[in-house]
Structures are given as structure tokens and as C-alpha cells.
């Protein structure tokens, strides 16, 4: 596809079950990024990717989240025992070269913890 | 203090004005960047900076590196204009993103 894609766009789920997000970049694209963004808010980065390594996992909120990027392709964001905090909009993006080039966003995952 | 500062937090402009958004950062950088977001929340690209002005359309960047301070202006501005408008500036391995301003045109 031309641009950054995610799925699902909207995700329901009970209070401690467990969630994959999925996100596929723009081919050719090294760095790979996740962020959240609560209702109101601003963007929380959470990880980024390099290739298939992830050298900054700073913005993780707690070991229940974690997060995984195959070659320089797909990446899924999991979200264990999901509490109602968690609500909030994750979003992708992937750039062509990490910090020097725009960075292209997809439309984002709503997630909603009932 | 906030890394990336925007001003102003909201902006409500008449159709045809010329807006101004402002961003002043603390932290030395490599690149800033302008996104858009629009109400239904996906995330644009505007512009990439390091330096000088860039232009496309109606929009221009500029960026003083000494002052640590970058604008965003929108020419002949439109209801379609209407987003958040939000600068994010590398600072080492990472982006850091200011809060946005809202703007909203009316016609």
C-alpha cells in the first residue's frame, strides 16, 4: 500500500484481557514508531525501531506493554491484562530514515478498555 | 518547562486571514517538525526543517537555529485549515512533541 496501515481501527476489550495491535509501514521505511494519544492529549511516544531492533523502549508505560517489528516490515504492539487506562488512540508511523526524513502516520488504533 | 512550547494553546481566525502558529524549543536539535492533525485524528506531515523556510501552497516554515524558534504560517487561511497543528523536535534519539494549537477558520 501507499501509505502506513493499522488494525484494527477500533478495538473494544474487557478489563484485563489481552490485545495486538498491528502495524504495517511504508515499504522501505527503517524506523519504526509507536505512539499513544489519550483523548485530549498530546502524543506519548512509547517505542521505536530501527530495523528489527528496537533501540529505545524508554516510553513503554509498564511491562505489561511490549512490542515486536519483523525485518524492516510489520510491527505489533501487545498489551497485556489491559487495564481501563490504556484506553487511547495508538499510533504508528515509520520514516525513511530515522530522525532525518518526515515521518508518514497511520489512522491510528482506538482502543477502548470497558 | 516544556522542551517544545507552542503558541497559541487555541486560534480562532476569520476565513482569509494570515495565521501564525510559534514553536520555541529548549534542547539543541537536528530537525523540527510541523504535523497537522485534523479532527477525525489522522496525522500529516507538513513540513521537516533545519533550517531557513520552506514553502508549500499556502503554508511556510521557517526556522531561526540561534533563537531556537520556528513559525508556521498559513496564507489566505481556509475552514478546511482547521486542526491541531503540532510541532515535535528531535532531541538526541527521539521526538519530542509540543502540545499542539488548535486552530479553527471560520467562514
Known amino acids: 500500500g501507499a501509505g502506513v496501515s493499522q488494525s484494527p481501527s477500533n478495538k473494544v476489550t474487557e478489563k484485563g484481557k489481552d490485545v495486538e495491535l498491528r502495524c504495517d509501514p511504508i515499504?522501505?521505511?527503517?524506523?519504526l514508531y509507536w505512539y499513544r494519544q489519550r483523548l485530549g492529549q498530546g502524543l506519548e511516544f512509547l517505542i521505536y525501531?530501527?530495523?528489527?531492533?528496537?533501540?529505545?523502549k524508554s516510553g513503554l508505560p509498564s511491562d505489561r506493554f511490549s512490542a515486536e517489528r519483523t525485518g524492516e516490515s510489520v510491527s505489533t504492539l501487545t498489551i497485556q491484562r489491559t487495564q481501563q487506562e490504556d484506553s487511547a488512540v495508538y499510533l504508528c508511523?515509520?520514516?525513511?530514515?530515522?530522525?532525518?526524513?518526515?515521518?508518514?502516520f497511520g489512522n491510528g488504533t482506538r482502543l477502548t478498555v470497558t | 518547562k516544556n522542551e517544545v512550547e507552542q503558541s497559541p494553546q487555541n486560534l480562532t481566525a476569520q476565513e482569509g486571514e494570515f495565521i501564525t502558529i510559534n514553536c520555541s524549543y529548549s534542547?539543541?536539535?537536528?530537525?523540527l517538525h510541523w504535523l497537522q492533525q485534523h479532527p477525525g485524528g489522522g496525522i500529516v506531515s507538513l513540513f521537516m526543517?533545519?533550517?531557513g523556510k520552506k514553502k508549500h501552497g499556502r503554508l511556510i516554515a521557517t526556522i531561526n537555529i540561534q533563537e531556537k524558534h520556528s513559525s508556521l504560517h498559513i496564507t489566505a487561511s481556509h475552514p478546511r485549515d482547521s486542526a491541531v497543528y503540532i510541532c515535535?523536535?528531535?532531541?538526541?534519539?527521539?521526538?519530542?512533541f509540543g502540545a499542539g494549537t488548535i486552530l479553527r477558520v471560520k467562514s
Open positions: 525501531f530501527q530495523g528489527n531492533s528496537a533501540p529505545d
Open positions: 526543517l533545519s533550517s
Open positions: 515499504s522501505g521505511h527503517t524506523a
Open positions: 508511523a515509520s520514516s525513511f530514515v530515522h530522525l532525518n526524513s518526515p515521518l508518514h
Open positions: 515535535a523536535v528531535t532531541d538526541g534519539n527521539k521526538l519530542v
Open positions: 534542547v539543541g536539535i537536528s530537525a
